[in-house]
């Protein structure tokens, strides 16, 4: 499922003409989405965040993009859609988010 997230973010970057190419890549277990644009960095960035904000808007996702680096028309960012960790036991000390009292389980 989470990659279908994915695939629509990149869609909609190259539907808006906010880039002209991408790819992704792994170093040290991180993944770096590596985009041409002809706009700057701290514009794309904004247009990055908006675009995975829009597309998780109604689920519990939320867009993380950490700005690496520039070379003229290419920028590198770390992006990705995080997933929020819940409790899955109870550990006895009547947390506000206790999973006893979840009503959807």
Sequence with gaps: MLATFYQQ???TLLQEGTITSYNWRTHAGQR???VSSALPATSLTTRLMETGERLTTGTKLK??????RSDDRHHVYRFRFLVPSEKQ???GNLCEDCFLLRENR
Excluded: G, N
């Design 9 to 11: 973010f990149e869609k």
């Design 32 to 34: 770096f989405f590596y």
């Design 63 to 68: 867009p993380e993009c950490i700005y690496v």
């Design 89 to 91: 036991f109870c550990c």
